[in-house]
């Protein structure tokens, strides 16, 4: 049965993906001018200070990553299996209203590829020396891990929900453990995508055919096919993570306020208290005509209601 649906799942995410390729390639191009400006700017200046370091080159993440907010938000609603999806439309709304945002991504996506690449190679150099340095090897890619599963999450989330920067994270952290076969799932399809790519620059076999090839796939291909990849993996869960633990915390709320209130049976509406308590000692004309509203405790209230919910109120021994 697992298999089947598997199989189900697979066959509908690659059809959707021939279905939605040429939007694909169009979210790319829009994409690709922001990445070439950007990448042009930082290897310049990686060339003209001399340092050719893949420090600077990476810098590229931040400045660029608000654009990839609108890869994310096509995307998105490609995987929701929105037909006639408006692929410059939603580019751009992405890209203003999540700007800010995916600016700090930027500088996060910036910091966690720096420490990976960085203690990976580090801890793999002394390991050579060393053995016991194979085991800060190891921990740094547990960490790289994380933060690679922890940013399957933080984009789609941040486009899709109106929710505190803080609770992006943390949702996107605890998704890293609670959802681990999503993101395998997710990692498997980047693999998958990755070996594709290095199928096509092994039969370049001249090295400019390979820059080329490089540069067309970075650029047209590899962005937008990436992101409704993980799309694809995560963001059935996400949505339902999300919108269950909202519904789960109004549920804790009316359970709180039902304590309050002295109620101890969860399946009995919380009582409302603004207008229904405490009618016993107000003044309503009984024999005045028409039904006309009246202010009470904050509320504007027809008359009728106050006369019933003071009715009710009074014992009938008093009534009487």
Known sequence: MSTEKSSVALTSFISSLFHN????????LL?????????GIFWFINMITGLNSNFILFLTAIPLFP????????????????????????????VKENFLRFLVHGIVFYVAIFFSYYSITMYTSFGKVNGVFYIFLAISIIVSIFFLF????????TV???????????????????????????TLGLFVLFLLCA??????????AVIIATI??????????????????????????????????KEIDRKIENRKNGIFDDTEETPKKNIADGFSDIEVDE????????YYNGKMVKRSVLLKLKNDETPKGEQD
């Open 199 to 208: 199928t096509v620059l092994m039969c370049c076999y001249v090295p400019i």
């Open 67 to 94: 654009f990839y907010a609108g890869v994310v938000q096509v995307t998105s609603h490609m995987v929701r299996g929105e037909e006639n999806v408006d692929v410059l439309h939603n580019f751009i709304s992405g």
């Open 216 to 249: 067309v796939l970075a650029l047209f291909f590899v962005p937008s096919i990436m992101s409704f990849i993980i799309n694809s993996a995560v963001y059935k869960p996400m949505y339902t993570m999300i919108v269950k633990g909202d519904e789960k915390s």
């Open 31 to 39: 994409f690709a001018v922001p990445s070439a400006v950007f990448f």
């Open 160 to 186: 899709t929900f109106d929710i505190s920067m803080k609770n992006i994270y943390k949702n996107s952290a605890l998704m890293t453990f609670g959802e681990f076969k999503h993101n395998l799932i997710a």
């Open 21 to 28: 390729f040429p939007k694909l390639l169009l979210t790319n």
């Open 287 to 294: 024999k005045a005509d028409g039904d006309e509203y009246i």
């Open 150 to 157: 922890t940013f399957y999450y933080i984009p789609p989330m």
